[in-house]
């Protein structure tokens, strides 16, 4: 039967796995559109009827065409990464790592993994020369999102063990992520005015190049409980490619209520395909061990594994779509705007759990904006948001900041940080 013990050694072999899974979905730290914007972080991102200009595209192209919403100027810079998981804090891995955990540890830890398993994922953000004049707005990006999701009990086993001849299986697991550069070209048109009420509606046209792609296609195994300890074995099938050309179409629309007053609505991903086409390619990742316990786990001599390399046809993948709609004060020292989000598959980047975003902006000062958010739901939970802005006509830089299911510090369990600058003319 596997030790009930867990030393610094066993600890850190999850943490090692936990690493090595994330890693196995290569995705470099970037993310959905709109990460890379301070404002839109500092207020939870509660943005679609707020944005403006060359900002409009990430959240709504139909604000281009309302006159009120249209901004001549260029962002020179933005960038945006954000990094959670559904269970653990920086606090907790700081508290367990290197520490001899007793059942009263075992326990807390476990309780804090959800029956699904323990999720982590990390997406980022950076754009630059984004052009906005009139009802027109280009700019360029690099986006991405990587997700990794653990089973519970491969992790209940490293840290409990089980009884002897009880089994346990890799079901739960599994991982995407994707990396990609983007031309994107927005236009937003008005069908109506009537003094300051307008309707309008817009699309951006977003040209994909793929630079990295990788997903978990199977993930099947078992370890079973010996007396001398547990033997298992398991196979991981991914696919992956280096490059790739696509194309992907968000569409929007917005209705001015009058001069103080928005609403807004926006499908993102409403079409989108990307071929990948450069070295397409599955990894078939198979292991076993023979009594392997929380003692001799580093002993690399119980565990083998082969790692076999075959070359694939170029196949094609979409991007994960959503809908969100939105309600904005635009207008005065006070602004804030209360956004719903709601996407329809569980994938890198995406979360089915809908999402309500909050956001304020006060101006007790014209070039100082002081901003703060709360958000529930989606795939980043309970979401707690600041920043500031500092405007000095006609150069602007905003730095927002959101932390996960904590207000402030080591208590949360993931945190989003954005910084983003721009010029208007």
Same mark, same amino acid.
């Given at each position: ?62 604000? *281009?065409?309302? +006159? ?8 020179? $810079? /933005? @960038? !945006? ?5 559904? =269970? ?29 398993? *323990?999720?982590? +994922? ?8 984004? $052009? /906005? @004049? !009139? ?5 360029? =990006? ?45 236009? !937003? ?237």
């Amino acid at each position: 039967m596997i030790s009930r013990s867990m030393n610094k050694s066993g600890l850190l072999k999850i943490s090692t796995i936990s690493l090595a899974l994330i890693l196995m979905v290569n995705s470099p730290s970037l993310a959905a559109s709109g990460l890379s914007n301070a404002r839109a972080t500092a207020m939870a991102g509660a943005q679609i009827s707020l944005a403006k200009g060359y900002y409009s595209p990430s959240f709504n192209p139909a604000n *281009l065409g309302i +006159s009120d919403f249209q901004m001549r100027g260029m962002q020179v $810079f /933005g @960038a !945006g990464v954000s990094f959670n998981n559904n =269970s653990l804090s920086l606090d907790d891995y700081n508290r367990y790592t290197g520490a001899h955990l007793s059942e009263a540890d075992k326990q807390d830890l476990l309780s804090k993994i959800p029956t699904e398993g *323990l999720k982590v +994922s990390a997406d980022g953000e950076v754009s630059a020369l984004g $052009f /906005g @004049a !009139g009802n027109i707005a280009i700019s360029l =990006s690099a986006v991405g999102a990587a997700e990794i999701n653990m089973n519970r009990s491969v992790i209940e086993l490293l840290l409990n063990g089980n009884t002897y001849g009880e089994s346990v299986d890799m079901e739960g697991i599994y991982g995407d992520g994707y990396g990609l550069a983007s031309l994107n070209l927005s236009y !937003g048109h008005r069908l109506y005015k009537d003094f300051d009420r307008q309707l309008a509606v817009g699309a951006t046209v977003r040209l994909l190049k793929g630079l990295v792609y990788e997903e978990i296609i199977e993930a099947n195994g078992e370890a079973v409980t010996l007396a001398t300890g547990f033997d298992g074995a398991g196979n991981i099938v991914t696919r992956t490619a280096s490059g790739g050309t696509g194309f992907s179409v968000d569409l929007g629309a917005t209705f001015q209520l009058n001069k103080n007053y928005t609403v807004g609505a926006a499908v993102y991903n409403f079409a989108s395909a990307i071929r990948w086409n450069k070295e397409t390619e599955e990894h078939h990742y198979q292991f076993a061990f023979d009594t392997l316990t929380a003692v001799n786990m580093d002993n690399d001599s119980l565990i083998t594994t082969v790692d076999t390399v075959i070359a694939v046809n170029p196949f094609t993948t979409d991007l994960p779509s959503s809908i969100r709609v939105g309600l904005a004060k635009t207008h005065g020292t006070l602004l804030w705007a209360i956004d719903w989000e709601q996407g329809f598959k569980l994938a890198a980047g995406s979360s089915p759990t809908p999402r309500v975003s909050t956001g304020m902006e006060y101006r007790f000062l014209s070039f100082l904006p002081v901003r703060a958010g709360f958000g529930l739901g989606g795939k980043q939970g309970t979401t707690f948001a600041g920043g500031i802005g500092l405007n000095f006509a006609p150069v602007n830089l905003d730095v927002g900041v959101a932390n996960y299911n904590a207000v402030v510090g080591s208590s949360g369990k993931g945190i989003n940080f954005a910084i983003t600058g721009g010029v208007h003319f």
